[in-house]
C-alpha cells in the first residue's frame, strides 16, 4: 500500500507540473497589493468614513469586504512583529521576532529585528549593525510562496518608509525599497542586488523629497470642521525639531538631514512613498506577466504622527484625511493601470496605539510612564536582597523583556529558574504592571488559558524573548526610552492589538463582517485566494467572506 501511494502522488505531481508553472488558475489577479497602514488602530476608517472622500478608504468600506472585529493574537504589538505576522500568518515561535529589538545571549548584544552584517546598503561600506535582511525571518512570506508557485515567473516588489515595513512584507524572495532619512533617497541592500536599477539611480537623482522644501503641512479643512481642533498645541507633544507643535508646520529645514527626516512625521512622507511606489510599478512592469505579482506598500507616516502627537490630536486627525486622498490616488492608479476588477487589494495594519499617557491622566484615566533604568535598579534591589548578594542580576530591558546575566546568576551560585521565578515576583511589585511570566514556564506552557495570558505566550519566542515577559497596566507607557515619544503601543490590550481587515478588488464581494478574526488569518487567505499553499509558519484561518466571490 505505503509503495502505490508514493506511485500515486508522483503521477499526481507530475499532472500538477505544467500548471505549477504557468500559474494556479487563470482566472488570477494580475496584482496582489497589500497595503500595511502602520499604527492604524482598527476604529480609525470607521470613525473618519462620513469625512472621507471618494475612492479611499471609502472604496474598501462600501465596495469590498470589510472585518470589524480583527485583533492581533500576539502580545508585542510592535512594527516589526506586526509586519512579520501580517506577512506569514504566523506569531514569534514561526516568524521569529521577539519584538523590534531583542537581546541576544550568544554575543551579549542587542539585535536589530532585520539587521544582517553581511548586507550592507548598496553604495555604502559596511558597518556593524548597519546592514539588513530578511535573514532573521524564519517563516516564509505569502509573497514567497506566490514566487514558489509560479516557479519564480511571479515577482515580489515591497516599499515602505522604515526598513522593516519594507523587508518583511518582501519576504526571503522580494526586493524592497524604503526610505533613508538621511539622504532622502529609497535605498535597498545588498541582499537584493549588487547595484541599483537604472531607474531608481534616476529616481533618487531626480530629488523628489527636496520639492517639499519650501512647502507647509497645513490643515486640509476649516478648523471648525475637526474633532481635536482645539488639541493643535499640548504640552506632551513631541514633534521631530522644527516641525513644531501647530499648524501650519515648516517642511524646511537648513539641515539637510534634519529636513529628510523630518519628512515622515508629515503626510508628505506618504506622497512621496507613493511616487516612488508608481514608478516601481511602471518600470518594472508590475503585473504585466503570465502569473500573479505581489506589491507590498507599507504606509509609515501615521505611525510616526502618532507617536509624535498622540492618536487623538489634530496632527493624527489630519493626516487619516490626507492619507484618505493618497489611498484614493494609488486606487485610481491601479484602476488605470489595470482595472480595479484585476487587482486583488488587502489592507490592515501592524498595531494600533494608546493615548498619550499625559492626555489620559489629564482626562482622569489612570495612567503613567514606565522609566526602564528605574525598575530595573527596583527589581535588581529586590533579587540582591532576597539573595544576600552584591551583584546585578538583570542587565538588559526589551519589550517585554528582562533579560537576565546568565554569568552573574552562575556567579551568585544560583539556579536560573529560582532567579526567573523571584524576578517575576519583584517586577509585579513595581506599579503600573499588569502580569508577567518566567520563560521556564512559557517554555513548559505553564500559563492560564486567560486571553491575556495566551497572547504573551504567542510572542514569546524560544532563544530570542528574555527570562521575564511582562504587560503593563493600562495607559503606561513602555519603551527603553521613556521619553523620545508622546504615545506606544506595545501590549495585548484592544487599543493595541485591534486593527482593520479590509479586501477589496477581484472578485470581493461587498460584506460587513462582525465576526472574531485575526490579522494572523490574511497571509493563508491569499494563498488560498491564489490555489496555493499558505507559508510554512502560518497559523491562521482562510477568511470565507473574501473567498466567496471565487466561488460564483
Known amino acids: 500500500m505505503p509503495v502505490r501511494l508514493h506511485a500515486l502522488c508522483a503521477f499526481l505531481a507530475l499532472l500538477l507540473l505544467p500548471f505549477a508553472a504557468v500559474g494556479v488558475r487563470a482566472d488570477q489577479p494580475k496584482l496582489v497589493v497589500f497595503i500595511t497602514v502602520d499604527q492604524l488602530r482598527g476604529d480609525m476608517p470607521w470613525r473618519f468614513k462620513d469625512r472621507f472622500g471618494e475612492g479611499g478608504f471609502k472604496y474598501l468600506l462600501e465596495k469590498g469586504t470589510a472585518y470589524t472585529n480583527a485583533n492581533y493574537r500576539h502580545s508585542t504589538t510592535f512594527t516589526a512583529v506586526g509586519h512579520a505576522s501580517l506577512a506569514t500568518g504566523g506569531n514569534a515561535l514561526q516568524h521569529g521576532f521577539a519584538g523590534n529589538d531583542w537581546h541576544d545571549f550568544a554575543t551579549g548584544k ?19 549593525h548597519q546592514g539588513v535582511s530578511p535573514r532573521n525571518l524564519t517563516s516564509s512570506s505569502f509573497g514567497d510562496e506566490v514566487v514558489l508557485a509560479s516557479g519564480g515567473q511571479s515577482r515580489v516588489f515591497s516599499v515602505s518608509i522604515k526598513d522593516r515595513g519594507a523587508i518583511l512584507p518582501g519576504g526571503h524572495l522580494g526586493k524592497a525599497y524604503w526610505y533613508s532619512s538621511s539622504s532622502g533617497q529609497f535605498v535597498t541592500s545588498t541582499y537584493y542586488a549588487s547595484e541599483y536599477p537604472a531607474w531608481v539611480s534616476a529616481w533618487n537623482k531626480a530629488g523628489h523629497a527636496a520639492a517639499y522644501k519650501d512647502k507647509k503641512w497645513e490643515l486640509l479643512h476649516d478648523p471648525s470642521t475637526y474633532i481635536f481642533a482645539d488639541r493643535d498645541d499640548e504640552p506632551w507633544e513631541k514633534s521631530y525639531k522644527k516641525l513644531g507643535r501647530t499648524f501650519p508646520h515648516a517642511l524646511g529645514n537648513d539641515d539637510a538631514k534634519a529636513f529628510n527626516a523630518g519628512l515622515r512625521f508629515a503626510p508628505m512622507g506618504d506622497e512621496l512613498t507613493l511616487a516612488f511606489v508608481k514608478e516601481l510599478v511602471n518600470q518594472e512592469k508590475l503585473g504585466s506577466g503570465p502569473t500573479t505579482d505581489v506589491l507590498a506598500v507599507s504606509f509609515s507616516v501615521t505611525d510616526y504622527i502618532g507617536h509624535a502627537f498622540g492618536p487623538d490630536s489634530l496632527e493624527a486627525e489630519d493626516n487619516l484625511l490626507r492619507l484618505d486622498r493618497t489611498l484614493a490616488d494609488f486606487f485610481s492608479f491601479l484602476d488605470g493601470k489595470y482595472g480595479l476588477d484585476n487587482v486583488l487589494i488587502a489592507l490592515s495594519a501592524d498595531h494600533g496605539v494608546d493615548s498619550v499617557p499625559e492626555r489620559a491622566a489629564h482626562s482622569g484615566l489612570d495612567a503613567g510612564r514606565h522609566r ?7 527589581v535588581n534591589a529586590g533579587l540582591k536582597a532576597r539573595f544576600k548578594i552584591p551583584e546585578d542580576l538583570v542587565m538588559v530591558f526589551w519589550n517585554p523583556s528582562l533579560y537576565l546575566d546568565p554569568e552573574a546568576v552562575k556567579r551568585a551560585g544560583l539556579e536560573i529558574e529560582t532567579v526567573e521565578a523571584a524576578l517575576r515576583e519583584e517586577i509585579l511589585k513595581v506599579p503600573g504592571v499588569r502580569f508577567a511570566a518566567t520563560r521556564t514556564d512559557l517554555l513548559k506552557g505553564n500559563v492560564t ?39 506606544m503601543h506595545g501590549t495585548p490590550y484592544t487599543m493595541d492589538t485591534y486593527v482593520p481587515i479590509l479586501f477589496a478588488g477581484h472578485k470581493i464581494q461587498h460584506k460587513i463582517v462582525d465576526r472574531e478574526v485575526a490579522p494572523e ?24 467572506e473574501v473567498l466567496e466571490g471565487l466561488r460564483n
Not at 454 to 480: C, E, I, M
Open 110 to 128: 542587542q539585535i536589530y529585528c532585520v539587521e544582517d552584517d553581511r548586507h550592507n546598503l548598496i553604495g555604502k561600506d559596511p558597518k556593524a
Open 372 to 378: 526602564p533604568n528605574d525598575f530595573i535598579a527596583t
Open 449 to 487: 488559558y486567560e486571553p491575556m495570558h495566551a497572547k504573551l505566550q504567542r510572542a514569546f519566542h524560544p532563544t530570542r524573548s528574555g527570562n521575564v515577559l511582562f504587560v503593563q497596566d493600562v495607559g503606561w507607557y513602555l519603551y527603553p526610552k521613556p521619553d523620545e515619544f508622546a504615545a
Open 521 to 544: 488569518d490574511m497571509a493563508s487567505t491569499i494563498t488560498t485566494y491564489l490555489g496555493i499553499k499558505p507559508p510554512t509558519g502560518s497559523t491562521g484561518n482562510p477568511l470565507v
